[in-house]
């Protein structure tokens, strides 16, 4: 036996969450996690915070992909503390791999994804309306769209357009970003995110592309963006991992096509 009085407290706990998990979700939110000890305590708390306001069963999915700073314990902690948190893990690092992964765990009708350094709960509540109302199955908030102000340094905007020119050229996608926040009906994105191959970066860009193709409305909000740390990669090793990825999508694109045929 335990410690007097233990164990009726752990007991409960543990029936509380599991009748809380066993509700329907309506809402997911996904944020995957990689070495984010410094910010992944007050982000969880301020969505989870918020979440709770709009009193509507959520939850919320960290992903954990291959941190090495401690970030896996804290999570654990968030998850034991909040019977809405819910932890996922991935032995290596991979920003792509941790949203499809977080996707494929949400339970709930609306899926919302935001970066632990990008979470604007302004935009939740415009997106999550517009899925709701059925005005479109994807909304993005975007960097380059009209009333989108950017406080980044000028490299990375420059990167951004130039990111965003070649998607459109090479891909023909209409959409002016496809990085970053964004909120999804799952029943209407759980068929193109399941076909996606793509991993890294250009998840996001594989998901909206199958999405549009498969007939998925897709709607843009002007983002609101500033850095809240330094980046973690060099704009000009961004650049070429860009590159090479559009590349590769491109080709994998093509090659379904003439198989198809």
């Known amino acids: 036996m335990g410690r007097p009085g233990r164990p009726h407290t752990g007991r409960w706990l543990a029936v509380t969450k599991d009748a809380e998990r066993d509700e329907h979700v309506r809402r997911s939110v996904v944020l995957p996690a990689h ?10 708390g301020d969505l989870v915070k918020a979440m709770r306001e709009r009193r509507e069963p959520f939850e919320l999915v960290i992903v954990e992909n291959g941190s090495t ?5 804290i999570a654990a902690a968030l998850e034991a503390d909040n019977p809405e948190v819910r ?10 791999a941790a949203v499809a992964k977080g996707f494929e765990a949400a339970r709930g009708d609306v899926v919302v994804n935001f970066d632990v350094d990008y979470v604007d709960l302004g935009f939740l509540e415009k ?20 009333g989108a102000t950017d406080r980044r340094p000028l490299a990375r905007r420059v990167l951004t357009a130039g990111f965003t020119f070649a998607m459109r050229a090479l891909l023909r996608m209409a959409v002016t970003d496809a990085h970053g926040m964004k909120v999804l009906s799952r029943e209407q994105c759980a068929t193109p995110a399941a076909a996606c191959k793509m991993t890294g970066a250009l998840w996001d ?24 740390r ?4 060099s704009v000009w090793h961004r650049s070429l991992e860009s590159a090479t990825g559009l590349l590769q999508l491109r080709l ?3 090659r379904e096509h003439v198989s198809a045929r």
């Not at 549009?212 to 609101?224: I, K, Q, S």
């Open 35 to 44: 070495n984010e000890a410094d910010l992944l305590e007050r982000a969880v």
């Open 205 to 228: 860009v594989e998901l909206v592309l199958r999405a549009a193709r498969a007939g998925v409305r897709v709607a843009e909000l002007p983002a609101d963006v500033r850095e809240v």
């Open 252 to 254: 994998l694109l093509w």
């Open 69 to 73: 700073d401690g970030t896996g314990a």
């Open 87 to 96: 932890l996922v893990t991935l032995p290596t690092a991979d920003y792509g």
């Open 230 to 233: 330094p980046p973690r990669t």
């Open 127 to 146: 997106g999550v309306a517009i899925v709701d109302a059925g005005v479109a199955g994807i909304v993005l908030a975007s960097k380059r769209a009209p």
